[in-house]
């Protein structure tokens, strides 16, 4: 490192130290954003979910989790402020009841057999209704209202 600083001892052996220093204190907040942060999975019938996203580390993890679960949820305004406490029911093709939920988060995690549905969600006097298939890897249905 003493080439790297032409010569200057000292400044490299400062810059090394915040070197080692920084990227401990950063990593351990980074190495694995939101860690620990996903609020528990709940259970109703066939059908399990989380809900979450408040606050930057339950969002980022809530977000990175998105990929592991068949259905993830989104709930904001047309502005794109995020909402919670958005009335959820999903109807499989059937319409029997697969989940009925309160979220208490803008993202929701679901995990259901593999079939189609539909996702409906309410809010402030507004519905919106999405159809999906669950089975053919993760996707998400984002409700803006």
Excluded: W
């Excluded at 399990?48 to 339950?58: H, K, L, N, P, V």
């Excluded at 990175?64 to 305004?77: C, E, I, Y």
């Excluded at 549905?117 to 919106?128: C, D, F, L, N, P």
Aim: charged residues 15%; positive net charge.
């Amino acid at each position: 490192m003493r080439n790297l600083f032409f010569g200057r001892p000292g400044l490299c052996a400062a810059l090394a130290c915040a070197s080692i220093a920084a990227p401990l204190t950063s990593q351990a907040q980074t190495v694995n954003p939101g860690a620990g942060a996903l609020p528990a999975m709940k259970v109703q019938g066939n059908a399990r979910f989380a809900c979450g996203g408040i606050g930057s580390d339950e969002s980022g993890a809530m977000r990175a989790a998105m990929k592991d679960h068949p259905l993830s949820l989104l709930f904001a305004r047309a502005t794109g402020e995020y909402l919670a406490n958005v009335d959820v029911t999903i109807k499989a093709a059937g319409g029997d009841t697969a989940l009925a939920m309160r979220a208490s988060g803008p993202v929701c995690l679901v995990d259901l057999p593999a079939g189609r549905y539909t996702v409906e969600a309410s809010t402030e006097g507004m519905t919106k209704s999405h159809t999906v298939t669950v089975g053919r890897g993760s996707q998400t249905a984002d409700f803006r209202f």
